[in-house]
Every structure is written in structure tokens, then in C-alpha cells.
């Protein structure tokens, strides 16, 4: 064997090792004092590594850090609240807050380098940007909580609601705006109303594949003169509307040409999953169209589930939206909001709450703006059609001149339209069921009814087959168990005489013959006890069907506010009169096509 010289790093790591034993070593009269101590390897190698920090401070009180590139050091500075990276320039810049600047003078320990020059000019100038920091957070805050503003928007088709007019307010002061007001409110609307006030057009538009149709609706509704397209049809109109399950797949043709200046993520929260490829797109998109656009571009984000009681589902909206620096930046954010206590819950949810809402986020309850709203509102979503052709067929089958034959026709249309729709129906129950609200949902045809309770097990439900008892102990449960979300009924069996105030919405699959059965169904929710306004949503067939030719009908015997609100006054008569409006339609419509043909 032979000997060889320790390394420098073998004999460092032997003295280091001996001071554990100074006290035993000293009673064996061995000093170890007077062993000089060797060179530490690594602590001259840090040192090495560490030269060339510097740390500056530049115009507006900016402070600059440069070093060549080193892992270390780069994990240190980016512990240094607020900083941000200036790719450009290839430097670190932190601002001159408090906050910052311990950070900044904690980093400076940490790596040996010394403080600038002007350091307190720096501090003063931090302290008063703090200080109109602090009152731009208080009085977004305030626009935040508002329920009305002075604020008018030029080429709008409608009137918005005071509450709405807060909101549009508020999304174009600070444009990168998260949406969060309750369903029924009229995200869809404040969000067009934005866009219009900032005349930010062409704008794409991302949404659940059950509400292309409603999009461009309401679209040609508040934005006349305005082209509304499916992207896939025509990627070039003023507002494209885009299936968020198809934005992966486009988004490489969306970002080689960007040019929309608006971007809308509808029901935002289906974003939130960190990894997924939509989510993804979707970061990549509203990036390059802020990128490109600066201070021009629009990004909103609506949703109405309760994502901002959950801080994890936050963070993909405050990505989205390219806030992550507004509430303090990404280290900040995962020590400091994702913090849990001994119970699972966050710690600091409700300052994230207030940060956000300072910076970009906006939330109204109904209960908040009950005074805008009327006591009943009718919403009309499109709900589109699995085989439009195999409807279409039906409709146009030639039919005989009598009125038995075009009632036994309409009775098919009804129930093949229910069919067609059940997809899309099925989908936005789910939607509206991410918002945690309870819904009451109707349909007529006892197949249909039987397909929703199958869709969603664990529903109460008060069906034609149901007895007295099985009833009661439905409404109960819907009542006092707050797990239970959802109700299926029968118009004839629950259109009437029910109490089911624990819910503000109610939804309608199919429709019933007379304003007078709609009115008393609608009327389930908004009785004693009941304290929101409540919406009433009409999920309809589009285009030329049973559903649309129904609804006009029935909006047409709805001629009186009396009349609205005591559906027992419209009898038998008005079931004959809409009957026989659907029979003269359908006649009318099958001669004009030559389809009529005579009885035998």
C-alpha cells in the first residue's frame, strides 16, 4: 500500500471532523487551537462563483442586479420579492419597495456584494410608489364592490344594468380582468360591452362547445354590425368563437398571425388544470396577444364557479391573466398563499382575495345587486341539435291537411328535438352545476325526464310516478340537504303547488303548451322565503324548430305584468290558442314547401 498526500478537500473535511472532538483532544493535552486550519475548497470556489454581482441602482429607482450566469446565485435573487428577469437586457430588476429591497440587501449578504450607492434615495422613492401603490389597491377594491358607475358605451344594442355598467367599468380600466360574478348576472354582456368601449376587435372567444351558439346570439344582439362566426367557419370576423375542447388543436394557426386584439376565456375555470394541453394553449394565446398588443390588448376571464375560495385554482387565472407579479410573484405565491393551516385550509385566502380584487378581479352576488334585477329573468341558451338532419327529415316529411295529423307532427317534433338537444342539455347542467348553485330543471316527456335522472344520479326528483310521500321527501331533501343540487320534475307533476325556495334558478329542457303552465313552473323558486331574483333558463333548440316556433308563441300570450305573475288566469283557452297557432304554422309551412298533400 502506499501513502499519498491528502487532497486539500481530505484535509479540510479531516480538520473539520477533529472539532467535534476538541474537548476530548484538549483532555489528552492536545491543543487543537494550534493546528492551523486548512483551506476550505469549496468556500474559495463560492467565492469564485460570486464575483461579478453587481448591484445598482437605476432610473425611477429601479434596481438592477447583473452577475455572469451561476445557478446559485440565480436561485438566491429569485427570492427577492417582486423581481422580474428583463430578458432583453439580460438583467434582474426589483422595484424599490421595502419588501424589495430586503430582499435585495439579504441577497447581497448572501453573495458578498456591496449595496449601491444612492440606496436611500432608492428607499424614498420605493416608499412613496408604495404609498400610490396603496391607494390604486384601495380604490380598485372600491370599483371592484361597486354596483353602478357613470359610464356610457357608445353601439350597444341594449341597455346595461347599473351592476353591468360597474363591471364594463371596471374590465376596461384594467383590462386583464377576471369576471367572477354569480350565473345570471351577464358576464357575456359586460364582456362584449368591454370590448365594444375599447372598440378591441377582431376578439376570439373560448368557450364550452354548449355555448358557441349563445356567443354569437347574444353577439349580434349588443354588438350590431358586428360579425359573429364559428372560428372553424371564419377565422377572419369581428368576434370568433372558439370550442375550448378545439383551442389546443388551432392555437399554432391562432399564434403564426396573431392578430386579435381581444381574447375571452368563457367558463375559465375548465383552465384551471395546470398540465392540460388546453390550459396551456390557452396561456400561450392570451401571452402572445398581450406581447403583441401591450396596452391595447383585452384578456378576460369569466367564470361563475367560487375558484376564488380555492387559492391552487386561482393560480391558473392569475397565469392566464399574467398577474402573477400583482400578488407578489410566483415564490410568494407558493409559500405564502398555498400555506395551510393544521386544518387543510389556505391561511391567507381572503388577502389573496383582496390583492386580486385590487389588481383584476371583479365578483357580485346576486343578493348584492337585487335592486338592479327584476323579480324573474328569462335567458335563452342554445342548445344545439346531435343530428340537425335527422330532425330536418322529420319536419320535412310530407303531412296531411288535417289538424289531428299536424298535432300528431308537432308531438314528434317536441320529443325528437328533446332528443337531439340532451347532449348539449346534459353538458351545461354539468356547467352550472361547477357553480355550486341549486337548479331546478323541467322536461315534459317521461323519457327524457328518465335520461337526466340516469345523467345524474343521486338528483331528487318529482315525476308523474311518483307518489305524495316519495314527493315530499324529494322537496326536503332539496330543500335542507345542501349536497343535493339539483331537482328533475315533471311540469305537470311539480309545475304546481311545490315549495322549492332553495334555489334561484330554474331550467327548462322542453316547454309546456301555455304561458300559464311556464309561469307557475318558474314560479316554483320565487316564493316565501325566497330572497334572490330569480333566472329562469330556456335551453332551446335553435334555428327553424318546434322549440323556437314554441317560444315565440308563448312570448306572444305573455301580454301583461298580471298576466306574468297569475298564470292560474290563463286557462283552457290559451292552451287552445297556442295549440292551434303551432297547427296553423305547421300547415302553413309544409304548403308553402309543397308538402302538403290532402287528407284521404
Same mark, same amino acid.
Given at each position: 500500500?502506499?501513502?499519498?498526500?491528502?487532497?486539500?478537500?481530505?484535509?479540510?473535511?479531516?480538520?473539520?471532523?477533529?472539532?467535534?472532538?476538541?474537548?476530548?483532544?484538549?483532555?489528552?493535552?492536545?491543543?487543537?487551537?494550534?493546528?492551523?486550519?486548512?483551506?476550505?475548497?469549496?468556500?474559495?470556489?463560492?467565492?469564485?462563483?460570486?464575483?461579478?454581482?453587481?448591484?445598482?441602482?437605476?432610473?425611477?429607482?429601479?434596481?438592477?442586479?447583473?452577475?455572469?450566469?451561476?445557478?446559485?446565485?440565480?436561485?438566491?435573487?429569485?427570492?427577492?420579492?417582486?423581481?422580474?428577469?428583463?430578458?432583453?437586457?439580460?438583467?434582474?430588476?426589483?422595484?424599490?419597495?421595502?419588501?424589495?429591497?430586503?430582499?435585495?440587501?439579504?441577497?447581497?449578504?448572501?453573495?458578498?456584494?456591496?449595496?449601491?450607492?444612492?440606496?436611500?434615495?432608492?428607499?424614498?422613492?420605493?416608499?412613496?410608489?408604495?404609498?400610490? !401603490?396603496? $391607494?390604486?389597491?384601495?380604490?380598485?377594491?372600491? =370599483? /371592484? *364592490? &361597486?354596483?353602478? @358607475?357613470?359610464?356610457?358605451? +357608445?353601439?350597444?344594442?341594449?341597455?346595461?344594468?347599473?351592476?353591468?355598467?360597474?363591471?364594463?367599468?371596471?374590465?376596461?380600466?384594467?383590462?386583464?380582468?377576471?369576471?367572477?360574478?354569480?350565473?345570471?348576472?351577464?358576464?357575456?354582456?359586460?364582456?362584449?360591452?368591454?370590448?365594444?368601449?375599447?372598440?378591441?376587435?377582431?376578439?376570439?372567444?373560448?368557450?364550452?362547445?354548449?355555448?358557441?351558439?349563445?356567443?354569437?346570439?347574444?353577439?349580434?344582439?349588443?354588438?350590431?354590425?358586428?360579425?359573429?362566426?364559428?372560428?372553424?367557419?371564419? !377565422?377572419? $370576423?369581428?368576434?370568433?368563437?372558439?370550442?375550448? =375542447? /378545439? *383551442? &389546443?388543436?388551432? @392555437?399554432?394557426?391562432?399564434? +403564426?398571425?396573431?392578430?386579435?386584439?381581444?381574447?375571452?376565456?368563457?367558463?375559465?375555470?375548465?383552465?384551471?388544470?395546470?398540465?392540460?394541453?388546453?390550459?396551456?394553449?390557452?396561456?400561450?394565446?392570451?401571452?402572445?396577444?398581450?406581447?403583441?398588443?401591450?396596452?391595447?390588448?383585452?384578456?378576460?376571464?369569466?367564470?361563475?364557479?367560487?375558484?376564488?375560495?380555492?387559492?391552487?385554482?386561482?393560480?391558473?387565472?392569475?397565469?392566464?391573466?399574467?398577474?402573477?407579479?400583482?400578488?407578489?410573484?410566483?415564490?410568494?405565491?407558493?409559500?405564502?398563499?398555498? $400555506?395551510?393551516?393544521?386544518?387543510?385550509?389556505?391561511?391567507? *385566502?381572503?388577502?389573496?382575495?383582496?390583492?386580486?380584487?385590487?389588481?383584476?378581479?371583479?365578483?357580485?352576488?346576486?343578493?348584492?345587486?337585487?335592486?338592479?334585477?327584476?323579480?324573474?329573468?328569462?335567458?335563452?341558451?342554445?342548445?344545439?341539435?346531435?343530428?340537425?338532419?335527422?330532425?330536418?327529415?322529420?319536419?320535412?316529411?310530407?303531412?296531411?291537411?288535417?289538424?289531428?295529423?299536424?298535432?300528431?307532427?308537432?308531438?314528434?317534433?317536441?320529443?325528437?328535438?328533446?332528443?337531439?338537444?340532451?347532449?348539449?342539455?346534459?353538458?351545461?347542467?354539468?356547467?352550472?352545476?361547477?357553480?355550486?348553485?341549486?337548479?331546478?330543471?323541467?322536461?315534459?316527456?317521461?323519457?327524457?325526464?328518465?335520461?337526466?335522472?340516469?345523467?345524474?344520479?343521486?338528483?331528487?326528483?318529482?315525476?308523474?310516478?311518483?307518489?305524495?310521500?316519495?314527493?315530499?321527501?324529494?322537496?326536503?331533501?332539496?330543500?335542507?340537504?345542501?349536497?343535493?343540487?339539483?331537482?328533475?320534475?315533471?311540469?305537470?307533476?311539480?309545475?304546481?303547488?311545490?315549495?322549492?325556495?332553495?334555489?334561484?334558478?330554474?331550467?327548462?329542457?322542453?316547454?309546456?303548451?301555455?304561458?300559464?303552465?311556464?309561469?307557475?313552473?318558474?314560479?316554483?323558486?320565487?316564493?316565501?322565503?325566497?330572497?334572490?331574483?330569480?333566472?329562469?333558463?330556456?335551453?332551446?333548440?335553435?334555428?327553424?324548430?318546434?322549440?323556437?316556433?314554441?317560444?315565440?308563441?308563448?312570448?306572444?300570450?305573455?301580454?301583461?305584468?298580471?298576466?306574468?305573475?297569475?298564470?292560474?288566469?290563463?286557462?283552457?283557452?290559451?292552451?287552445?290558442?297556442?295549440?292551434?297557432?303551432?297547427?296553423?304554422?305547421?300547415?302553413?309551412?309544409?304548403?308553402?314547401?309543397?308538402?302538403?298533400?290532402?287528407?284521404?
Amino acid at each position: 500500500w502506499e501513502r499519498r498526500p491528502w487532497s486539500p478537500g481530505q484535509s479540510f473535511a479531516v480538520w473539520k471532523m477533529l472539532q467535534k472532538y476538541r474537548g476530548q483532544l484538549a483532555g489528552m493535552d492536545f491543543d487543537l487551537t494550534t493546528l492551523p486550519a486548512p483551506a476550505d475548497p469549496k468556500a474559495g470556489q463560492e467565492a469564485k462563483a460570486k464575483q461579478g454581482v453587481s448591484i445598482e441602482v437605476g432610473s425611477g429607482g429601479i434596481i438592477v442586479i447583473t452577475f455572469p450566469y451561476n445557478d446559485e446565485i440565480k436561485e438566491l435573487v429569485r427570492q427577492i420579492p417582486g423581481r422580474t428577469w428583463d430578458g432583453v437586457n439580460k438583467q434582474w430588476l426589483a422595484p424599490s419597495t421595502p419588501l424589495s429591497i430586503q430582499g435585495v440587501q439579504r441577497f447581497a449578504e448572501q453573495v458578498g456584494a456591496a449595496m449601491p450607492v444612492g440606496l436611500m434615495e432608492a428607499i424614498e422613492y420605493g416608499r412613496k410608489a408604495l404609498v400610490e !401603490a396603496e $391607494a390604486a389597491a384601495k380604490e380598485g377594491l372600491k =370599483d /371592484s *364592490l &361597486a354596483t353602478d @358607475a357613470d359610464f356610457h358605451i +357608445e353601439g350597444l344594442g341594449g341597455i346595461l344594468m347599473p351592476f353591468q355598467r360597474a363591471g364594463a367599468k371596471y374590465g376596461t380600466r384594467v383590462k386583464r380582468c377576471l369576471i367572477a360574478d354569480e350565473p345570471g348576472l351577464g358576464k357575456t354582456v359586460e364582456a362584449l360591452a368591454i370590448v365594444q368601449h375599447q372598440q378591441a376587435f377582431p376578439a376570439l372567444v373560448v368557450c364550452p362547445s354548449s355555448l358557441q351558439l349563445n356567443w354569437i346570439r347574444e353577439t349580434r344582439k349588443w354588438l350590431p354590425g358586428k360579425l359573429p362566426q364559428l372560428y372553424e367557419q371564419n !377565422a377572419y $370576423a369581428d368576434v370568433c368563437v372558439l370550442s375550448v =375542447d /378545439s *383551442l &389546443a388543436k388551432y @392555437a399554432p394557426h391562432i399564434n +403564426e398571425r396573431v392578430r386579435f386584439k381581444t381574447v375571452v376565456f368563457d367558463e375559465a375555470h375548465y383552465l384551471k388544470g395546470y398540465k392540460a394541453q388546453r390550459t396551456v394553449a390557452a396561456k400561450e394565446v392570451a401571452k402572445l396577444i398581450m406581447h403583441k398588443f401591450k396596452a391595447e390588448a383585452l384578456v378576460l376571464a369569466l367564470t361563475g364557479t367560487p375558484v376564488i375560495n380555492d387559492a391552487k385554482d386561482m393560480l391558473s387565472m392569475i397565469q392566464l391573466l399574467g398577474r402573477i407579479e400583482d400578488v407578489g410573484g410566483w415564490v410568494k405565491f407558493q409559500k405564502h398563499y398555498l $400555506a395551510k393551516d393544521y386544518n387543510g385550509k389556505y391561511k391567507h *385566502l381572503e388577502e389573496l382575495q383582496a390583492v386580486c380584487r385590487a389588481s383584476f378581479l371583479i365578483r357580485r352576488e346576486k343578493s348584492q345587486v337585487l335592486t338592479d334585477l327584476p323579480a324573474k329573468r328569462r335567458v335563452v341558451v342554445d342548445t344545439a341539435m346531435t343530428d340537425a338532419k335527422a330532425y330536418k327529415a322529420l319536419a320535412d316529411k310530407p303531412l296531411e291537411d288535417t289538424e289531428a295529423a299536424a298535432l300528431v307532427r308537432i308531438g314528434e317534433l317536441r320529443r325528437e328535438a328533446a332528443r337531439q338537444k340532451m347532449d348539449a342539455v346534459k353538458a351545461w347542467v354539468k356547467e352550472f352545476g361547477e357553480t355550486g348553485k341549486k337548479l331546478i330543471l323541467f322536461a315534459s316527456h317521461r323519457d327524457i325526464q328518465a335520461q337526466l335522472v340516469a345523467e345524474f344520479q343521486g338528483c331528487a326528483k318529482v315525476l308523474g310516478d311518483d307518489d305524495t310521500k316519495a314527493r315530499q321527501a324529494a322537496v326536503d331533501r332539496f330543500q335542507e340537504d345542501p349536497d343535493c343540487r339539483l331537482i328533475v320534475c315533471s311540469l305537470k307533476a311539480a309545475g304546481v303547488g311545490l315549495t322549492l325556495t332553495a334555489a334561484s334558478d330554474v331550467a327548462f329542457v322542453e316547454l309546456g303548451w301555455t304561458p300559464g303552465d311556464m309561469d307557475q313552473a318558474e314560479d316554483r323558486a320565487p316564493r316565501i322565503g325566497q330572497r334572490d331574483s330569480v333566472t329562469a333558463w330556456y335551453l332551446m333548440a335553435p334555428g327553424e324548430t318546434i322549440d323556437t316556433d314554441m317560444m315565440a308563441l308563448i312570448a306572444s300570450k305573455r301580454d301583461s305584468a298580471s298576466r306574468l305573475l297569475d298564470g292560474a288566469k290563463a286557462g283552457s283557452i290559451e292552451d287552445k290558442d297556442v295549440k292551434a297557432g303551432m297547427v296553423k304554422a305547421l300547415l302553413a309551412r309544409a304548403k308553402a314547401a309543397g308538402k302538403l298533400r290532402a287528407a284521404a
